[in-house]
């Protein structure tokens, strides 16, 4: 089974419409799993019929009795996270600040604080409206550590993998280099680079290739909206090839991309042009992941 | 207004890619011909407004978190520390003592509870700020160095230092990360409003309604911009309607913009769609600053 992440550094450049496309192309043979938990899209365009839900815990957060609590302070003095403050009568603790270290548990003189596990999300087993396993989650509102709910879904989806004998895991990346993406690197076979012809685009794509770098993983570069601006169009070829990374192809500024969207279908189900140009690609991948 | 006088406008969207740093580095041009402004990407993993400005001096200025540091000769393996630590950042490996600087949260909880003051903490570099300044502006980019997985420290560090400057203009704009997570959160902490800027296709409303919530959660001010207005359904539009939101601007989708942009050039001088925009949310700020004063 071979996992294929896509990535773009700079978001909105068009890796979830992708992501879906390859997903309709290679119907039969994959797992989808949306790692995109902070703003997951894929449910979208593959209309899930969800098997299973669960609700997500990682990490704790702080809990004060108010019964308990003298006001001591020590709690407050000791929380490096700005979390605790006196509140009407007791010390309360804001949950969107706590990032779960439990020192002020160990320091109340009352026993006071008690830690709790985090709900951080729900995460999703379903199937996809082409018939696939899809893995895919929620992350709840302002939440903490959206890279262990990635690692959870990629997780499920190597399980879902398993179960239904897949070739290929499809995995739809977060926008940035930080712990998302860096979480959704494990265990990657290929690596799906959606950009545009952009300089917030190639700067973009400069810094995520550094990280893949330092992971060894081999990748290859989609450019999409191609023809808005040619310069840096090139600038991107150029990088691509001196980077060791592979020309996939270019898919062309087209308002049938955002109109696919608008129905609800993937870019290869609506438009013919684009069709071939994401056949071309699927074909690319195909073979570069067949000879890794 | 938070503090004595200034305006804190942070710009945010669930969705990468709407428009966010075409939005706050044309509203900061814009707004810095007639006052002082301070433009703050906060965006520290991918930062990109920098790239619309040309500025001749820049300062820079490591940015670090502590982190403790093992001292051998102190240890006495009593295992308080890997105990302690909820992030699983400090782990014993045999007779060591080994620090998982990615893990760790900087919550000194094993650092001071110590009984042999074995883990000081040790500063570790994260990144860096820039500070250029400009005809006007002043523009603070934080960059989180390429293997750096953790934002929020970054962006903690950067709000210390925007608090920390000599002269503050009263209008700050804050360009924030995309998503709904801990590094928006992060950003927007301390701003009077947030503008979220969205695009009116099924993912720009599905990642808005993310976003709202997260806002409301935190109990924020908001109001929405609508980019690349036309390109579209009317869905988002009809769902800000529903739920009262204010939508406080509309820039039209239109290629040539979508060229300016990727040419990082400001576009506003020469595309009156988007200067009419940022008018109409020029007064739209006063109005706001005028309630909070």
Same mark, same amino acid.
């Given at each position: 089974?071979?996992?294929?992440?896509?990535?773009?550094?700079?978001?909105?450049?068009?890796?979830?419409?992708?992501?879906?496309?390859?997903?309709?192309?290679?119907?039969?043979?994959?797992?989808?799993?949306?790692?995109? *938990?902070?703003? /997951?899209?894929?449910?979208?365009? @593959?209309?899930?019929?969800? %098997?299973?839900?669960? !609700?997500?815990? &990682? $990490?704790?957060?702080?809990?004060?009795?108010?019964?308990?609590?003298?006001?001591?302070?020590?709690?407050?003095?000791?929380?490096?996270?700005?979390?605790?403050?006196?509140?009407?009568?007791?010390?309360?603790?804001?949950?969107?600040?706590?990032?779960?270290?439990?020192?002020?548990?160990?320091?109340?003189?009352?026993?006071?604080?008690?830690?709790?596990?985090?709900?951080?999300?729900?995460?999703? *087993?379903?199937? /996809?409206?082409?018939?696939?396993? @899809?893995?895919?989650?929620? %992350?709840?509102?302002? !939440?903490?550590? &959206? $890279?262990?709910?990635?690692?959870?879904?990629?997780?499920?989806?190597?399980?879902?993998?398993?179960?239904?004998?897949?070739?290929?895991?499809?995995?739809?990346?977060?926008?940035?280099?930080?712990?998302?993406?860096?979480?959704?690197?494990?265990?990657?076979?290929?690596?799906?680079?959606?950009?545009?012809?952009?300089?917030?685009?190639?700067?973009?794509?400069?810094?995520?290739?550094?990280?893949?770098?330092?992971?060894?993983?081999?990748?290859?570069?989609?450019?999409?909206?191609?023809?808005?601006?040619?310069?840096?169009?090139?600038?991107?070829?150029?990088?691509?090839?001196?980077?060791?990374?592979?020309?996939?192809?270019?898919?062309?500024?087209?308002?049938?991309?955002?109109?696919?969207?608008?129905?609800?279908?993937?870019?290869?189900?609506?438009?013919?042009?684009?069709?071939?140009?994401?056949?071309?690609?699927?074909?690319?991948?195909?073979?570069?992941?067949?000879?890794? | 207004?938070?503090?004595?006088?200034?305006?804190?406008?942070?710009?945010?969207?669930?969705?990468?890619?709407?428009?966010?740093?075409?939005?706050?580095?044309?509203?900061?041009?814009?707004?810095?011909?007639?006052?002082?402004?301070?433009?703050?990407?906060?965006?520290?993993?991918?930062?990109?407004?920098?790239?619309?400005?040309?500025?001749?001096?820049?300062?820079?200025?490591?940015?670090?978190?502590?982190?403790?540091?093992?001292?051998?000769?102190?240890?006495?393996?009593?295992?308080?520390?890997?105990?302690?630590?909820?992030?699983?950042?400090?782990?014993?490996?045999?007779?060591?003592?080994?620090?998982?600087?990615?893990?760790?949260?900087?919550?000194?909880?094993?650092?001071?509870?110590?009984?042999?003051?074995?883990?000081?903490?040790?500063?570790?570099?994260?990144?860096?700020?820039?500070?250029?300044?400009?005809?006007?502006?002043?523009?603070?980019?934080?960059?989180?160095?390429?293997?750096?997985?953790?934002?929020?420290?970054?962006?903690?560090?950067?709000?210390?230092?925007?608090?920390?400057?000599?002269?503050?203009?009263?209008?700050?704009?804050?360009?924030?990360?995309?998503?709904?997570?801990?590094?928006?959160?992060?950003?927007?902490?301390?701003?009077?409003?947030?503008?979220?800027?969205?695009?009116?296709?099924?993912?720009?409303?599905?990642?808005?309604?993310?976003?709202?919530?997260?806002?409301?959660?935190?109990?924020?001010?908001?109001?929405?911009?609508?980019?690349?207005?036309?390109?579209?359904?009317?869905?988002?539009?009809?769902?800000?309607?529903?739920?009262?939101?204010?939508?406080?601007?509309?820039?039209?989708?239109?290629?040539?913009?979508?060229?300016?942009?990727?040419?990082?050039?400001?576009?506003?001088?020469?595309?009156?769609?988007?200067?009419?925009?940022?008018?109409?949310?020029?007064?739209?700020?006063?109005?706001?600053?005028?309630?909070?004063?």
């Amino acid at each position: 089974m071979r996992e294929i992440i896509v990535l773009s550094g700079k978001g909105g450049t068009g890796k979830t419409s992708v992501t879906a496309a390859l997903g309709v192309l290679a119907a039969g043979k994959a797992v989808i799993a949306d790692c995109d *938990v902070d703003a /997951a899209n894929m449910h979208l365009l @593959m209309q899930p019929v969800v %098997l299973k839900k669960e !609700a997500f815990f &990682s $990490g704790e957060l702080a809990e004060i009795d108010p019964e308990a609590c003298i006001n001591c302070g020590k709690c407050e003095e000791v929380c490096h996270f700005d979390a605790i403050h006196q509140g009407f009568e007791k010390y309360e603790t804001q949950p969107l600040r706590c990032e779960g270290c439990g020192y002020c548990e160990v320091v109340c003189p009352t026993n006071a604080i008690s830690m709790h596990a985090r709900r951080s999300g729900d995460f999703f *087993v379903s199937t /996809a409206r082409t018939g696939d396993p @899809m893995a895919h989650a929620r %992350l709840d509102a302002g !939440a903490d550590n &959206s $890279g262990k709910l990635v690692a959870k879904v990629k997780e499920e989806a190597k399980k879902l993998g398993n179960q239904h004998q897949r070739d290929l895991i499809l995995v739809d990346g977060a926008p940035g280099i930080g712990c998302p993406v860096v979480s959704s690197l494990a265990g990657a076979n290929y690596v799906v680079l959606v950009t545009e012809p952009s300089a917030s685009g190639l700067h973009d794509l400069k810094r995520l290739v550094e990280v893949l770098q330092k992971f060894r993983l081999q990748a290859g570069c989609i450019i999409n909206k191609a023809d808005l601006n040619p310069d840096q169009a090139e600038a991107l070829r150029t990088f691509s090839i001196e980077n060791n990374i592979d020309l996939l192809g270019e898919i062309p500024y087209d308002s049938a991309f955002t109109a696919a969207m608008i129905q609800g279908k993937t870019i290869v189900e609506s438009d013919n042009q684009l069709k071939q140009v994401m056949n071309s690609i699927y074909i690319s991948i195909q073979h570069k992941i067949n000879v890794l | 207004m938070t503090n004595s006088g200034i305006f804190k406008l942070a710009i945010a969207s669930g969705k990468g890619g709407t428009g966010k740093t075409l939005l706050s580095t044309n509203l900061a041009d814009y707004l810095a011909r007639k006052q002082a402004v301070l433009l703050a990407d906060l965006d520290v993993e991918e930062p990109n407004d920098a790239l619309f400005f040309h500025a001749e001096n820049k300062v820079i200025t490591p940015q670090y978190k502590m982190i403790p540091d093992w001292q051998s000769d102190r240890c006495t393996l009593c295992g308080d520390c890997t105990r302690q630590c909820k992030f699983h950042a400090v782990i014993r490996l045999g007779e060591f003592i080994t620090v998982f600087n990615e893990l760790c949260h900087s919550c000194y909880a094993c650092s001071d509870l110590c009984p042999e003051q074995a883990l000081p903490m040790k500063p570790y570099r994260m990144g860096e700020t820039r500070h250029q300044i400009l005809n006007g502006l002043q523009l603070i980019e934080s960059r989180l160095d390429v293997g750096q997985e953790q934002a929020v420290p970054l962006i903690h560090a950067t709000q210390k230092y925007i608090c920390e400057l000599e002269s503050k203009p009263a209008i700050q704009i804050l360009d924030c990360p995309p998503g709904t997570s801990c590094p928006v959160v992060a950003a927007v902490d301390g701003a009077d409003l947030v503008l979220l800027v969205t695009e009116p296709t099924p993912f720009g409303l599905n990642d808005l309604k993310l976003a709202v919530e997260t806002m409301r959660q935190i109990d924020k001010a908001f109001a929405v911009v609508i980019n690349r207005q036309g390109m579209g359904d009317d869905a988002v539009e009809n769902w800000c309607k529903s739920e009262n939101i204010t939508v406080a601007a509309r820039i039209p989708y239109d290629r040539q913009l979508a060229e300016q942009y990727a040419a990082a050039k400001l576009a506003w001088c020469d595309n009156t769609a988007l200067e009419e925009a940022l008018e109409e949310l020029a007064l739209f700020i006063q109005q706001k600053q005028v309630q909070y004063a």
